[in-house]
């Protein structure tokens, strides 16, 4: 059956996430951006308690626009964070039917054809504040995500549907564009797909997905929405981070147990490698611990309803787990090798005081 037509009006928000270094001092940064540089203002305006907001507010540069092709030109933001990570977000308005935005959809999930501008842009405005990053990282770490934000859905008599009327008529569109195709999706793949949408009030709406999401709302509304999914996606890009650096450092430790392994005396230098593995361990533990405290999403709020929906189906706690199972890898490696020096040590006094026998006996009988 076909459906009526209808004008949907709206942006792709397009993020690139980069960790570009250990951390980011905002307040040098704010110096040098100067009034170039604005902090984000606190978003979540739903019932939300005062105390949800950023621990360390990240600082927003808007930016030259990036042309994309001869007729279209998007605006674009540098967002920075105190944890280390950028995000530039590309926003390209639209004002079309159904079919026009399921492919313009699936053509900016990938986003290759401007991934390249994007990560050179980002290298540029680092290098004007490059006096503000703290240990940059030469291998950026990338991730992107797509938000595709719906402000009005309008039939041929101007009415706009509530949330369950667009789910029920267009849910099937909704789903292709979480998933990026461009073909209708089976019944059951809609299903869970929808199963966990959220709304707030009648005609708002909001359906995440892995790599994208759907947030049909007032732009102003939106904006907080928009704000989370980017949150949830940087603790992703964090903890990815965490464990790369947790993978090498396990590979240090089990290379210098091998190494040591036969080679008595060679353990004598093993509690200063311990102490050098375990200060890397700690220190990814607070900096876990920073990422967990940016900002705080707690109760039944919506907001925080909406975080842990994106947190979830964006695969923040899977990371975490696996950052937190090599942590506690590494911890027993560390008593494992405090362990190996302390054998090496009691077996060295042992092997002592048997020689101080062995010479009071010696000289006992040459005494007599």
């Given at each position: 059956m076909e459906k009526d037509p209808v004008r949907?009006?709206?942006c792709f928000q397009i993020l690139f996430l980069y960790d570009v270094a250990e951390a980011i001092d905002l307040?040098?940064?704010?110096?040098?951006?100067?009034t170039r540089g604005g902090t984000v203002e606190r978003p979540f305006s739903r019932r939300t308690p005062q105390?949800?907001?950023?621990?360390?507010?990240?600082?927003v540069e808007p930016v030259e626009p990036l042309s994309i092709s001869r007729d279209t030109t998007a605006t674009c933001s540098v967002k920075y964070y105190a944890y280390g990570v950028v995000v530039v977000q590309v926003e390209v308005p639209f004002d079309c039917d159904w079919q026009f935005l399921l492919s313009q959809n699936s053509h900016w999930m990938d986003a290759a054809d401007v991934g390249k501008?994007?990560?050179?842009?980002a290298r540029r405005h680092l290098e004007h504040v490059a006096r503000a990053v703290i240990r940059p990282t030469k291998d950026w770490l990338q991730e992107t995500y797509l938000v595709t934000e719906i402000n009005e859905i309008k039939n041929a008599l101007g009415e706009q549907p509530t949330a369950a009327e667009l789910l029920t008529s267009y849910g099937g569109e909704i789903v292709q564009l979480v998933r990026g195709e461009t073909i209708p999706l089976a019944s059951r793949a809609c299903e869970q797909t929808l199963q966990t949408s959220l709304s707030y009030y009648p005609r708002d709406l909001i359906v995440v997905g892995s790599y994208a999401a759907v947030v049909y709302d007032r732009s102003e509304d939106a904006a907080a929405a928009a704000q989370i999914l980017e949150y949830s996606k940087m603790q992703l890009l964090e903890f990815r981070y965490y464990d790369r650096l947790m993978t090498q450092v396990l590979a240090d430790f089990y290379d210098v147990l091998e190494?040591?392994?036969?080679?008595?005396?060679?353990?004598?230098s093993i509690p200063r490698d311990a102490r050098r593995f375990n200060t890397v361990r700690l220190d990814v533990m607070e900096l876990t611990e920073r990422i967990d405290n940016a900002t705080k999403f707690v109760s039944d709020?919506?907001?925080?309803?909406?975080?842990?929906?994106?947190?979830k189906r964006i695969g923040v706690p899977d990371y975490r787990t696996l950052v937190e199972q090599k942590l506690r890898t590494a911890d027993d490696l560390y008593d494992f090798m405090i362990d190996q020096f302390n054998e090496s040590r009691a077996f060295v006094l042992e092997l002592g005081v048997a020689i101080l026998a062995v010479l009071d006996v010696i000289l006992l009988l040459r005494g007599k």
């Amino acid at each position: 059956m076909e459906k009526d037509p209808v004008r949907l009006c709206g942006c792709f928000q397009i993020l690139f996430l980069y960790d570009v270094a250990e951390a980011i001092d905002l307040e040098m940064l704010g110096r040098l951006l100067g009034t170039r540089g604005g902090t984000v203002e606190r978003p979540f305006s739903r019932r939300t308690p005062q105390y949800v907001g950023f621990e360390h507010t990240p600082i927003v540069e808007p930016v030259e626009p990036l042309s994309i092709s001869r007729d279209t030109t998007a605006t674009c933001s540098v967002k920075y964070y105190a944890y280390g990570v950028v995000v530039v977000q590309v926003e390209v308005p639209f004002d079309c039917d159904w079919q026009f935005l399921l492919s313009q959809n699936s053509h900016w999930m990938d986003a290759a054809d401007v991934g390249k501008d994007v990560c050179e842009m980002a290298r540029r405005h680092l290098e004007h504040v490059a006096r503000a990053v703290i240990r940059p990282t030469k291998d950026w770490l990338q991730e992107t995500y797509l938000v595709t934000e719906i402000n009005e859905i309008k039939n041929a008599l101007g009415e706009q549907p509530t949330a369950a009327e667009l789910l029920t008529s267009y849910g099937g569109e909704i789903v292709q564009l979480v998933r990026g195709e461009t073909i209708p999706l089976a019944s059951r793949a809609c299903e869970q797909t929808l199963q966990t949408s959220l709304s707030y009030y009648p005609r708002d709406l909001i359906v995440v997905g892995s790599y994208a999401a759907v947030v049909y709302d007032r732009s102003e509304d939106a904006a907080a929405a928009a704000q989370i999914l980017e949150y949830s996606k940087m603790q992703l890009l964090e903890f990815r981070y965490y464990d790369r650096l947790m993978t090498q450092v396990l590979a240090d430790f089990y290379d210098v147990l091998e190494r040591k392994r036969n080679v008595l005396f060679s353990r004598w230098s093993i509690p200063r490698d311990a102490r050098r593995f375990n200060t890397v361990r700690l220190d990814v533990m607070e900096l876990t611990e920073r990422i967990d405290n940016a900002t705080k999403f707690v109760s039944d709020a919506y907001y925080a309803q909406v975080y842990r929906l994106a947190a979830k189906r964006i695969g923040v706690p899977d990371y975490r787990t696996l950052v937190e199972q090599k942590l506690r890898t590494a911890d027993d490696l560390y008593d494992f090798m405090i362990d190996q020096f302390n054998e090496s040590r009691a077996f060295v006094l042992e092997l002592g005081v048997a020689i101080l026998a062995v010479l009071d006996v010696i000289l006992l009988l040459r005494g007599k």
